[in-house]
């Protein structure tokens, strides 16, 4: 899809955002980010796009389609949202270091009804440049989190309820309640199993069933087992080869994260598994620059049903000849093997619905 500076003159504040600084602004229609950002992460995106040296995670970072140079503070203030939705410059004197900010795809916007979770890596929560007393509380924070035992903390998500039409929000400070017992519980709470025929608008709230171990599902939220097994399966082949990306670079990661975004509407996850067996994800690079995200009748263009990338690379250091980040390695190690159990309790609540229905 080609964008014109005159589709991101204006924007409007990100409603899905469940991870990261505020601030985070998106065009008028919804396809691009517009992100305040250090002189680092601008310095990052422009290595990953040109150093042949990061060619294995290209795939695997948000695309990069410039900088904005900001010349005013914008007023993102509940009565501006009001007066149309645009931005409004209300300071005109914005330090150098705010003033750059990065234009990235927006990977909730071909989704429908996105389901969006934002994962924490790393072991280490500073910078090497930190101060005594930021370091201590960072190794405190790690400590009395998930963080450095598993080198993941779930910094927030949203799951789409059907029945309200409406996202279901769990906010950060659920992943920093939780400990590396709850970690399970916290993935199923993000992929709920749904029961065998949607939810009709009239249901009392909370009569969702679900057979699947560890999940608590908020009424009319999640996908059939038939659609999210294969969903988990393919995502965890993807978060495998971040992986083995991860681990041919030389980077040290504080505070980037893993989001994962995936279908909550039924009959576009379906037709966006179809889409996968059918080899669609091998033409998706040859053909995104060609074609909107929507057909001429507003309607979703069949795609992939979840997609997954690294973000928020503010504090990331290229490191020559140091190796890989043990910790990220650590955290991403952690996910796949959430994944793995919430496979098998998928699979074992489809193979038990299946034996009710023939007994």
């Not at 909370?206 to 608590?216: E, L, M, R």
């Amino acid at each position: 899809m080609a964008h014109t500076p005159s589709s991101i003159d204006e924007g409007v504040p990100l409603e899905s955002q469940v991870g990261g600084h505020p601030g985070v602004r998106m065009s008028e229609d919804g396809s691009l980010l517009i992100k305040p950002a250090l002189h680092r992460e601008v310095a990052f995106y422009q290595s990953i796009a040109s150093d042949p040296g990061f060619a294995p995670l290209r795939p695997y970072v948000p695309k990069f389609y410039g900088t904005l140079r900001l010349e005013g503070k914008v007023d993102e203030s509940a009565a501006a949202a009001e007066q149309g939705g645009s931005l409004k410059v209300v300071e005109h004197h914005v330090a150098e270091e705010e003033k750059e900010s990065l234009v990235l795809e927006n990977l909730s916007h071909a989704f429908l009804k996105p389901n969006i979770l934002d994962i924490k890596l790393g072991t280490v929560l500073y910078d090497d440049d930190a101060s005594p007393e930021k370091r201590a509380r960072m190794e405190k924070t790690a400590r009395e989190t998930t963080s450095l035992e598993t080198g993941v903390r779930l910094t927030g998500f949203q799951v789409y309820d059907l029945v309200t039409g409406k996202a279901v929000n769990t906010p950060k400070s659920y992943g920093k309640s939780i400990t590396a017992a709850d970690l399970p519980d916290g993935l199923a709470r993000f992929f709920p199993v749904a029961p065998d025929v949607p939810v009709p608008q009239a249901i009392a709230p909370g009569a969702a069933a679900n057979d699947a171990p560890g999940d608590q599902p908020t009424q009319g939220t999640g996908l059939p087992a038939d659609i999210l097994a294969p969903l988990l399966e393919s995502l965890r082949e993807d978060i495998a080869e971040i992986r083995e990306a991860l681990a041919e670079v030389h980077l040290r990661m504080v505070g980037a994260s893993l989001l994962v975004v995936y279908e909550a509407d039924w009959e576009c996850a379906r037709a966006g598994l179809e889409w996968l067996e059918e080899g669609g994800d091998e033409d998706e690079d040859e053909e995104e620059d060609d074609e909107d995200d929507e057909d001429a009748e507003g309607r979703k263009r069949v795609g992939p049903p979840y997609a997954v990338k690294l973000i928020d690379f503010a504090h990331t250091k290229i490191v020559p000849g140091a190796g890989p980040d043990e910790g990220v390695l650590k955290g991403i190690d952690t996910v796949l093997r959430l994944l793995d159990g919430r496979i098998e309790q998928v699979k074992a609540a489809a193979a038990a619905k299946e034996k009710a229905a023939t007994a």
